[in-house]
């Protein structure tokens, strides 16, 4: 019992310090299943395969961008007020 402990444990010692490659590419492999058949759908459509992935990508991506450039670049600046002196302006 002891040695299946040990084995799992050193799988899973194994996989954490790659998860930042292997997490990436496990999502890549399922997004990329998942959006198949609307790709394929598109073809039908007489759309080559390049074309149908760049509007995938701009579809699912374009959002997420979206969202990130308003975050990152407000339309009205963010104005910061000092706390006021409770005795005046006096220097």
């Known amino acids: 019992m002891n ?3 040990g084995i799992i ?5 194994a996989l954490y ?12 492999f399922l997004f990329t299943y998942l959006l198949n058949p609307v790709v394929n759908i ?3 459509r007489r759309l080559n395969r ?4 760049t509007i995938m990508l701009a ?7 979206y969202h990130t450039a308003r975050r990152t670049f407000p ?5 910061i007020r000092a706390p006021q002196c409770p005795g005046g302006d006096r220097r």
């Open 3 to 5: 040695k299946g402990w």
């Open 9 to 13: 444990a050193l799988a899973v010692a």
């Open 75 to 79: 339309s009205q600046p963010v104005r």
């Open 42 to 44: 598109l073809q039908r």
């Open 17 to 28: 310090w790659p998860q930042a490659v292997l997490i990436p590419l496990a999502l890549t």
């Open 50 to 53: 390049m074309t149908c992935g």
């Open 59 to 65: 579809v699912t991506n374009g959002p997420a961008v």
